[in-house]
């Protein structure tokens, strides 16, 4: 399994940011996907996830109505579209294979991407 998050970056608060996961070594498209953040100095945060289809999103309360999460399995990529972003939102994403339920459990493969939001 092997997982490649991409897209993070510095952006100042309301900026916005798109990230990817693209993934390899399972059949992608039979699993729900999910993303996590860890901000400095504190534990993993589960953030969005999508059923295999996309047709069910989730999302925590801290981003709902500012991030939108959706894949496209024909290329084995998850995204995240994040937009209003805020200094609260500085973290380390990375992306999970797996529900909501089980997501903080689950093995980090990738190497995750740094978001900074700084003035």
């Known amino acids: 399994v092997q997982l490649v998050e991409s897209g993070g970056g510095t952006v100042q608060p309301g900026g916005s940011l798109r990230l990817s996961c693209t993934s390899s070594?399972?059949?992608?498209?039979?699993?729900?996907m999910s993303w996590v953040r860890q901000a400095p100095g504190k534990g993993p945060e589960w953030v969005s996830s999508i059923d295999e289809d996309g047709e069910n999103t989730y999302y925590s309360d801290s981003v709902k109505g500012r991030f939108t999460i959706s894949r496209r399995n024909g290329k084995k990529t998850v995204y995240l579209q994040m937009n209003s972003l805020n200094p609260e939102d500085t973290a380390l994403y990375y992306c999970v294979r797996g529900p909501r339920a089980v997501a903080l459990h689950m093995p980090r493969w990738g190497q995750g991407t740094q978001v900074t939001v700084s003035s």
């Open positions: 070594g399972f059949i992608f498209s039979i699993y729900d």
